[in-house]
């Protein structure tokens, strides 16, 4: 059976660098997995999720979106189902998340009675109120709106590139939750590039570190990452006057500690900086 994503021996330069902004990338992503790309600014993740997606059309090397070469027509949609969906930051800056309309006419415009249970599922995860008018949104209300019209349509491999900046702690939860339980429970995997690592401990099956274009690391979580202690996400306050409290707070389940590890150790592109 095919893999969800097979990279082999992928180098791509910008045409305006003089540098490739990936070297030799192979990558082999199986069915029902999530992936976590971690990496300093710069080390290659945007360029990298782009070019799986099809966006940055790259000679040198192959991409195998379920077996289909990503820059071919074929790989836009197999079995009515979109192969790859791209969510990443310029396509938030749609001019129509702006304007003067109705969440409701909004996803009614992209196929929300067609994905109508999808599509109600997805608005109470991510909490959305149907009658909201867009231009009366808060950024974060508004990325919510986006992420609901990104995710409308089943993918088999999504690509997110920091999209959850701007969402609040409980909205992330379930969308990370919500992306979980889609990879287990149907034929997709997730690719998510991110400098948050709160509440990520469980959550991928693979962890890539990125370095100056290239995969430096690679973590089977399964295998090799464990932690030590326990690490409950328990929170015991105890008030003591009116507005003096003690708090307790249990280790937090997050990757943190593990991406401050890697790139506090990565060489940066530009090491120094003079200013003369
Ligand atoms: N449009 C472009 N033209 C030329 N070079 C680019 C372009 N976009 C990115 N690069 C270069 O490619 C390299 C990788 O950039 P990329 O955006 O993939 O990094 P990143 O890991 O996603 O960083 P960040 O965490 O800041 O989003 C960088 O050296 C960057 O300068």
């Known amino acids: 059976m095919s893999l969800a994503l097979e990279v082999n021996d992928l180098t791509y330069k910008f045409a305006e660098s003089e540098k490739p902004s990936l070297i030799n990338i192979n990558l082999r992503i199986p069915w029902h997995t999530r992936t976590l790309v971690v990496g300093a600014n710069g080390a290659g993740k945007s360029t990298l999720l782009k070019v799986l997606s099809g966006k940055h059309l790259c000679l040198d090397g192959t991409v195998l979106v379920n077996g289909i070469d990503a820059f071919s027509p074929k790989a836009t949609m197999q079995d009515g189902e979109l192969v790859t969906t791209y969510l990443g930051t310029e396509w938030c800056h749609m001019s129509i998340i702006n304007r003067d309309i109705g969440v409701l006419e909004l996803l009614e415009s992209i196929g929300l009675q067609h994905y109508k249970e999808r599509g109600e599922s997805l608005c109470n995860i991510l909490d959305i109120d149907l009658s909201w008018r867009m231009f009366k949104l808060s950024d974060g209300q508004k990325r919510r709106v986006q992420l609901v019209m990104g995710l409308l349509r089943p993918w088999k491999v999504l690509l997110l590139d920091e999209v959850t900046v701007d969402l609040d702690v409980v909205a992330r939860f ?27 401990a469980q959550w991928p099956n693979q962890v890539l570190h990125m370095r100056l274009g290239r995969i430096v690391d690679r973590l089977n979580c399964e295998k090799d990452l464990s932690f030590v202690e326990g690490h409950d996400d328990m929170v015991d306050v105890e008030r003591q006057a009116e507005s003096n409290v003690s708090v307790s707070v249990g280790k937090v389940s997050s990757l943190y500690p593990l991406a401050m590890k890697w790139l506090v150790e990565d060489p940066h592109e530009t090491s120094q900086t003079h200013v003369a």
Do not use: W
């Not at 034929?187 to 590039?193: D, E, K």
């Open 174 to 200: 379930k969308l990370l939750e919500f992306l979980e339980y889609e990879t287990r429970t149907r034929m997709c995997s997730v690719v998510y590039a991110t400098h948050i690592f709160d509440g990520l």
